[in-house]
C-alpha cells in the first residue's frame, strides 16, 4: 500500500478512529496515538489488494483493540 493511500485513507477514517478512541475517555495525545499506530499497522499489514469495505472494517476493529489496550481494559 502507498503512503499516497494511505494519506487518503486517514483522510477518510481517521476522524472516525479518533471519535471511536474518544468512547474510551482516552486523553487527546492518547487518541491520536491509537490512531497513527493503527494507520501503521494497516501501512505494513499487505492489504493491498482488500476492497475498501475490509480496509474500513480491519482499521475499526485494529484501532479498537488499541484504544481498549491503552484504556487498560
Keep these: 500500500m ?3 493511500k494511505i494519506k487518503e485513507l ?3 477514517y481517521g476522524r472516525s ?11 487527546a495525545e492518547q487518541r491520536d496515538e491509537v ?3 493503527a ?6 499489514c499487505g492489504c493491498a489488494d482488500w476492497s475498501e469495505e475490509q ?3 480491519w482499521l475499526l476493529v ?3 483493540i ?3 489496550n491503552a484504556a487498560g481494559r
Design 39 to 44: 494507520f501503521v499497522k494497516l501501512y505494513s
Design 35 to 37: 490512531c497513527q499506530q
Design 10 to 12: 486517514y483522510e477518510r
Design 17 to 27: 478512529i479518533l471519535q471511536m478512541a474518544a468512547r474510551y475517555q482516552l486523553q
Design 66 to 68: 488499541l484504544a481498549r
Design 55 to 57: 480496509i474500513k472494517a
Design 2 to 4: 502507498t503512503e499516497e
Design 62 to 64: 485494529s484501532a479498537d
